[in-house]
T-cell receptor, first 116, second 111 residues
Framework: DVKVTQSSRYLVKRTGEKVFLECVQDMDHENMFWYRQDPGLGLRLIYFSYDVKMKEKGDIPEGYSVSREKKERFSLILESASTNQTSMYLC???????????????FGEGSRLTVL | AQTVTQSQPEMSVQEAETVTLSCTYDTSESDYYLFWYKQPPSRQMILVIRQEAYKQQNATENRFSVNFQKAAKSFSLKISDSQLGDAAMYFCGGATNKLIFGTGTLLAVQP
């Protein structure tokens, strides 16, 4: 079975803290993604990576950075968490070519972050 | 640019009945995919069904089928013989060089 694992299901952090969200996939997929899910806004792409050490900004990259040192692992970093970053964060991976998306993503269970 | 619109924030269906979730999209691309994802409560999102734009025949996966009306830019999801396990948030979306998701429809299934 394919698997995308997010390290933390629930996190509570304070404003200004540095936050790491980790995601690991065991499918040898090239592409990995970080989305943010908010009620009424759907899923919005923060960053994606199509190869080790490669990254591209999505639609809402401000306030976030990412790291992909190994093919299976993609980390989302909030350098200084703010209350407006309280959200559900979803990691996903896909096998397809970078610019030939067919819509098939494999998602993790999500990390619900609360920033106080 | 791509846009995906789901105009029904919430829907409800009786068990064993049929329900249709609406989705409209807009894209300037000629080659694209459309899809529906299901997100059960506290569980991961999974791909339910996918349609390639150039295919005229509507995709079907067991109790799930789509009605793809290309001219009308409509891509609705029909769930037949609804089951309690179908209760979830459903996201419509489109894929060209990037994936775009709609805002979701929360489906409740009444026993």
């Amino acid at each position: 079975d394919v698997k995308v694992t997010q390290s933390s299901r629930y996190l509570v952090k304070r404003t200004g803290e540095k936050v790491f969200l980790e995601c690991v996939q065991d499918m040898d997929h090239e592409n990995m993604f970080w989305y943010r899910q908010d009620p009424g806004l759907g899923l919005r792409l923060i960053y994606f990576s199509y190869d080790v050490k490669m990254k591209e900004k999505g639609d809402i990259p401000e306030g976030y950075s990412v790291s992909r040192e190994k093919k299976e692992r993609f980390s989302l970093i909030l350098e200084s968490a703010s209350t407006n970053q309280t959200s559900m964060y979803l990691c996903a991976s896909s096998l397809v070519e970078r610019f030939a998306n067919t819509g098939e993503l494999f998602f993790g269970e999500g990390s619900r972050l609360t920033v106080l | 640019a791509q846009t995906v619109t789901q105009s029904q924030p919430e829907m409800s269906v009786q068990e064993a009945e049929t329900v249709t979730l609406s989705c409209t999209y807009d894209t300037s691309e000629s080659d694209y995919y459309l899809f529906w994802y299901k997100q059960p409560p506290s569980r991961q999102m999974i791909l339910v069904i996918r349609q390639e734009a150039y295919k005229q025949q509507n995709a079907t996966e067991n109790r799930f089928s789509v009605n793809f009306q290309k001219a009308a830019k409509s891509f609705s999801l029909k769930i037949s013989d609804s089951q309690l396990g179908d209760a979830a948030m459903y996201f419509c979306g489109g894929a060209t060089n990037k994936l775009i998701f709609g805002t979701g429809t929360l489906l409740a299934v009444q026993p």
